[in-house]
C-alpha cells in the first residue's frame, strides 16, 4: 500500500499515512459515541491517529482504539457541556435523525442542517 507523510502539529511529529483512506463518515456528518453517552458533528479527519503519545497512552489498554483508522475531531456535547473531541472511527456510530447539534462553535464552520447532516460555510470551503 502506498503512504505518504504530514506533520501533524498536534502530535509535534510527521505521521506516515496511507495514501487511501476509507472514511466511514465525512465532515458535516452528526455521529455519537459507540460506549460513552455524547454525540457530535465532524469537523475535521486525520487518515490514521495524528496525536500525541500522551493522549493515546492515556486511554485505558484494554480499550484503547487501533491507531490505522480514521479519526475525526468533533464539536462535540452531552447533557452537561460541550467541547470538541477526538475519536477513532471504530467508535463512532451515525446520529442523522438524532436532529441537530447544540455546540456554541456550530454556527463558526456550518451554516445549514439539512438531511441529518450540515453543510460546511463556503467561506471555509476550496
Known sequence: MERIQFFSQAAGRTIDVPRHANAR???GDVVRHRTFDFRGVIFDIDPVFANSEE???SIPEHIRPKREQPYYHL???NEESSYVAYVSQQNLLGD???GPVEHPSVSELFS???DGRYRMRRSLTH
Do not use: R, T, V
Request: proline fraction near 0%; glycine fraction near 6%.
Open 25 to 27: 463518515f465525512d465532515i
Open 55 to 57: 493522549w493515546y497512552e
Open 75 to 77: 464539536l462535540a456535547e
Open 96 to 98: 442523522a435523525e438524532g
Open 112 to 114: 445549514d442542517f439539512e
